[in-house]
């Protein structure tokens, strides 16, 4: 979505006769699961499209669907159930009003031969040829990471068989390895383990579609994000700038019990990022206050990868990218890195975000600094590294949100999820947030981007502990101050031989 953007140049031509056009009430109805055959658009007399050309567009989930996922912990009494559904909109634009979806999603049950596992994931493509790489990672991505868990779990299952057999006592008979083809005898993942699967997964699948000649990645790419539920824990892994956001029951004493908590041990010479985290947290707290007690908290689990944040933009330019603006480029604003940083409580409304540009070059302009595809963008160290996240799944935790930035750009994490806590059944709360994200786009530019979203309502019967609080505050915070850990170098971004964790 942020590739597309206009610079101030060209918006400001486009909006003569359009300026000031009000937002329309809409009512939008499903027609059902598939993808909408471009056509010419229907559109009103003030150049929006009509209902039905809305609803043409769309595509979503038939009805809300039931899942039973595992608890974890080796309680086969222990479920999270879940309840889901997606809804994806076409996006408009006057200029290329036969332009396809270039969202797509996927969910995959019994996920790596696991009974209680899933995968949920929506894929955000840019470019000319964003709509195949979006594809390709749909149809790809499960089946690679699918693959790297059942080879991690069956190694796993091998050294304990090996460990076992090393402490028999001397002159026992060797035994063979038993359960070699049988995954329920493999051993669950822990955290670091399942992560390191996930970001090889993610790498494999960048270097296929480098490889596949059916796939223009040169200057088309797609965003990832994914949710994971292995073993009771969620992981969220993030490539670009689509997000996830867990909605959690708030119980206002406990979150600003750990909060003034973990003050009191911050009592200490601190450095220039731990006051910055400190200023958060205390906006956090002044925040939580003014809530009611046992709504939803809106907690995110990815960060935005794109030049806004300090960290990314630094690691890009030092691979020899140079990070402007559209409007910088054609010499209509000041060179400067003024620009603020977007996270979850702000929106864009000036439409012009710094970009990674080649020196002397007038692209690739991404403006995001992470995707898979975009073979140009590599050199300048837009890598396929994800970022990620691993939390335990307790009875805290209500919902699940998926969402490419077409949600995201106009609506902040909280509105989101306090639009979906506001129904009963995701299908609905997919509908709503879907018809306010567009609201939103025809308020703010003469176009909309792919709008998608998948809603997850969760049902947990595991008691929330003193940690879970502790860690919700720490998400919270962390989410606002720069990932300090090592990045990846710029000879990693090109080979994909990075190793990160977030």
């Known amino acids: 979505g942020h590739t597309e953007r206009m610079g101030r140049g060209d918006k400001e031509a486009a909006q003569a006769g359009t300026a000031g056009l009000p937002a329309p009430e809409l009512d939008l109805v499903c027609d059902g699961e598939g993808e909408c055959a471009p056509s010419s658009p229907d559109l009103d007399d003030a150049g ?39 809804w994806t909109q076409r996006g408009y634009y006057p200029d290329d009003p036969d332009k396809a979806n270039q969202d797509s999603y996927s969910i995959t049950h019994s996920f790596g031969g696991i009974d209680g596992d899933s995968l949920f994931a929506v894929y955000d493509g840019h470019g000319r040829f964003g709509h195949d790489c979006a594809d390709f990672a749909k149809r790809h991505l499960p089946k690679i990471q699918a693959k790297q868990i059942r080879a991690e779990r069956i190694r796993l299952h091998k050294a304990n068989m090996k460990r076992e057999e090393r402490a028999k006592a001397p002159g026992s008979p060797k035994t063979k390895t038993k359960g070699a083809f049988n995954p329920k005898l493999w051993p669950m993942l822990g955290p670091k383990a399942y992560e390191d699967a996930c970001r090889k997964s993610l790498l494999e699948c960048n270097r296929a579609m480098h490889r596949d000649a059916n796939v223009d990645d040169t200057l088309s790419g797609t965003t990832v994000i994914s949710a994971s539920f292995h073993d009771g824990r969620l992981t969220i892994c993030n490539v670009g700038d689509s997000r996830a956001v867990l909605g959690v029951k708030l119980k206002k004493e406990s979150v600003l019990a750990s909060a003034s908590a973990d003050s009191d041990e911050e009592k200490k010479e601190i450095s220039e990022h731990d006051v910055a985290a400190e200023r958060r947290k205390q906006e956090l707290v002044a925040s939580i206050t003014g809530m009611d007690d046992g709504g939803l908290l809106a907690l995110p689990l990815s960060q935005d990868q794109t030049p806004y944040r300090p960290d990314e933009r630094e690691r890009v330019k030092a691979c020899g990218a140079r990070v402007m603006t559209v409007d910088q480029i054609e010499g209509l604003e000041p060179v400067h890195e003024d620009w603020g940083k977007r996270s979850g409580e702000d929106i864009d409304e000036v439409g012009d975000p710094p970009r990674v540009w080649r020196k002397e070059e007038d692209f690739p302009g991404t403006a995001f600094s992470r995707s898979l595809g975009d073979i140009v963008a590599k050199d300048l160290g837009v890598t396929a590294d994800p970022e990620m996240v691993s939390v335990q799944i307790s009875q805290n935790d209500r919902m699940l949100i998926l969402a ?42 003469l176009r909309t981007d792919d709008i998608s979203i998948i809603v997850l309502f969760l049902e947990c019967d595991k008691e929330a502990s003193a940690g879970d609080y502790k ?22 971004c090109r080979t994909g031989s990075i190793s990160k964790r977030f």
């Open 48 to 86: 929006v499209m009509t209902e039905r050309e809305v609803a043409r567009r769309t595509s979503c989930s038939a009805r809300t669907k039931t899942v039973e996922l595992s608890g974890g912990g080796g309680d086969g009494d222990s479920i999270i159930k879940v309840r889901y559904a997606f």
């Open 471 to 492: 860690n919700t505050v720490e998400l919270l915070v962390g989410m606002g101050k720069p990932n300090l850990q090592q990045k990846p170098s710029c000879r990693a």
């Open 404 to 445: 490419s930035d077409g949600v995201f750009e106009f609506l902040t994490n909280q509105q989101v999820v306090d639009i979906c806590s506001g129904v009963d059944d995701p299908l609905e709360a997919c509908r709503k947030v879907v018809s306010e994200a567009y609201k939103q786009w025809l308020h703010y530019e």
